[in-house]
């Protein structure tokens, strides 16, 4: 089993992933900005790690990330500040925590991105998603030059719903769905599953909510091209 660095261990993906890779055997530090999150990551079976990775050194990100096998990265702006804030976190600070994986040989890194993290998203400059597409697909760039084993995850829109076990991976070149709907327990459960599978390096995983058992899809998915590199 891994022990893994889950940063935005605070968010909604991140709470909900942490029971699935603990049940799983895992060990997890919970990487948290604040204090006053540690007894909730306490209870949920986590260790909790203080680091605000929006402020974070790559030095100070490195000496955190020492010792893990894997790094899972789930944090993001969330829309908050605007595209300051937004660049700060899901562009900057992602960028750090890579090279800070290096660094510290940490060597696994999995991404939690989305499904139109590519680069002709189609997102117009004067729109307000467009700096968290663009600091998104500059992030997994970066990721994908770097030495790092990395498997980045592009589900679509994130809903509440409860987790159905089910998924469907886009092949390379698929259109983009018009439902592009997916529980953030099931984007739990992917990331519980990749990070058990190293075959899964060098994969964008594109998914939907769909009909394939979440373990089967991803097993299907190691043994193609699925999303390589983004058009």
Do not use: C
């Amino acid at each position: 089993m891994a022990k893994i660095a889950l940063i935005g261990a605070h968010g909604k993906v991140g709470q909900l992933s942490i029971p699935v890779l603990v049940g799983r055997g895992h060990e997890v530090s919970a990487v948290v900005r604040s204090q006053d999150q540690f007894s909730e990551m306490s209870d949920a079976g986590a260790t909790p790690v203080l680091l605000d990775v929006a402020s974070a050194s790559e030095d100070e990100m490195a000496e955190a990330l020492a010792g893990h096998d894997v790094v899972v990265w789930s944090a993001g702006a969330g829309g908050k500040g605007g595209a300051d804030t937004t660049y700060a976190v899901d562009r900057d600070a992602a960028i750090r925590s890579m090279d800070a994986a290096e660094r510290a040989g940490t060597n696994r890194y999995v991404m939690v991105s989305f499904i139109s993290a590519v680069h002709d998203h189609g997102v117009p400059e004067d729109n307000s998603f467009f700096a968290y597409a663009d600091a998104k697909v500059t992030a997994d760039d970066h990721l994908r030059e770097s030495g790092l084993e990395w498997t980045i995850l592009g589900p679509g829109t994130l809903t509440e719903d409860d987790p159905s076990g089910a998924i469907t991976v886009l092949r390379e070149g698929a259109p983009v769905p018009e439902d592009t709907s997916t529980s953030r327990a099931n984007v739990a459960t992917v990331i519980a599953e990749v990070v058990g599978r190293p075959l899964t390096a060098g994969k964008f995983l594109r998914f939907t909510d769909g009909d394939g058992v979440i373990e089967e899809a991803v097993h299907e998915a190691e043994g193609t091209d699925a999303g390589m590199r983004p058009k």
